[in-house]
């Protein structure tokens, strides 16, 4: 909402406090004349540049703190810093009683090399994935081959999908007959399948973001070009679902009613990624297990491994009506075999995602051997 109305209706309000405030008198202006706003005010700019870094370093395997406490302690932390960082650095640097001229260049040049070096240590992402996500945009520099012989991969599904993007990419380099362009990954959508899902014990509806996925899919394959159409999914469908969230009966994978809606949410995306003119390779979906409920002390458990089987086999039996255009490799299996199991927290830090490490792994092995046999078209 915030790209659909919502910056100028922050930009409205906040023009609105301001006129509040020009009088002395008005219940805004006392408000946040109280001193502890006025001093949250002073290192506010600091606070913005330290939060970031302390709210990554501060996480939930490190302080052992559930997400109330954690969060606490994340701003109590985030202030504190700000705080020191206003009396001892920024208010010094201002009336430039810091340091010399020389020392203080030099103190900033080291200070922007920590800052750098602190950003890259608590990222995410690796220096090697900010790297690839460069090198994926310049011209491929591998052996000569020309763009018509080369296959155009894209990856389709949801976040599952999206963390398998840095092997992909790793994989299409070093062969030099493939090459990746844009794909679509929708975080959380899944196959749209109209209705609610159970998402923490409250039952969500994506409405509007998540509709119309095959089209969109659809749209991507063909604007780019893809010839070859990377797709896992599954997360959202193995969660239970209603048609009506107050009334409605509630049901998974494995009742033939929802067994349908997702039947026929798979065959209308296979079918819009054949109608754009790739050939579409679908992962099985791996074991999974949900994200930490709200307040919950102990770890989440796995999802129902019958609900898992059931979606894979429902893939299996839609590729198997198209089978000229559609293949089924099993990640699932791939992954049970790691010698950490599935549900490595190196790889698969929350049971669900894979790391940049666990992607690079799968395509470097089996996954790429079998996604280089797959892509080839059929003799």
Request: glycine share 10%; hydrophobic share 45%; charged share 20%.
């Amino acid at each position: 909402m915030l790209y659909r109305g919502g910056f100028l209706a922050y930009a409205a309000l906040s023009a609105a406090v301001i006129a509040a405030c020009l009088s002395d008198r008005g219940p805004v202006a006392r408000l946040l004349s109280w001193s502890p706003l006025r001093w949250v005010g002073r290192v506010s700019y600091g606070a913005y540049l330290y939060h970031w870094p302390l709210f990554l370093v501060l996480d939930e395997a490190r302080t052992g703190c559930g997400p109330g406490a954690l969060f606490m302690l994340r701003v109590a932390a985030t202030l504190g810093l700000a705080g020191l960082s206003y009396t001892w650095v920024e208010e010094p640097l201002r009336r430039g009683r810091l340091l010399p001229a020389p020392w203080f260049a030099r103190t900033m040049t080291l200070g922007g090399t920590a800052v750098v070096a602190l950003a890259l240590a608590t990222s995410p992402v690796t220096l090697e994935g900010h790297v690839d996500a460069i090198t994926d945009h310049l011209p491929f520099a591998g052996p000569a081959v020309g763009e018509d012989q080369q296959q155009r991969f894209a990856i389709f599904g949801d976040s599952m999908a999206y963390t398998l993007w840095p092997g992909l990419g790793s994989w299409a380099k070093e062969n030099p007959g493939a090459r990746t362009v844009k794909g679509l990954p929708v975080l959380g959508c899944g196959l749209g399948t109209p209705g609610f899902v159970s998402v923490h014990g409250s039952w969500v509806d994506k409405g509007r973001r998540c509709a119309d996925i095959p089209a969109r899919w659809r749209k991507v394959a063909e604007s780019n070009e893809a010839n070859v159409a990377l797709v896992l999914v599954g997360a959202r469908e193995t969660r239970d679902w209603t048609e009506d969230r107050r009334n409605g009966t509630v049901r998974a994978l494995g009742d033939p009613v929802f067994d349908e809606r997702v039947r026929e949410a798979i065959g209308a995306a296979m079918d819009a990624l054949i109608a754009s003119g790739a050939r579409v390779v679908w992962l099985t979906v791996p074991p999974l297990k949900r994200a930490r409920e709200k307040g919950a002390t102990q770890p989440p458990e796995p999802v129902d491994p019958a609900r898992v089987e059931r979606m894979n086999q429902l893939i299996e039996n839609e590729a198997a009506l198209r089978a000229d255009r559609v293949q089924v490799l099993d990640l699932a299996s791939i992954i049970q075999q790691w010698p950490g199991g599935a549900f490595d927290e190196a790889l698969r830090h929350d049971g669900i995602h894979f790391s940049d490490k666990a992607a690079r792994k799968l395509f470097r092995g089996p996954l790429g051997e079998e996604l280089a046999r797959a892509a080839r078209p059929p003799a």
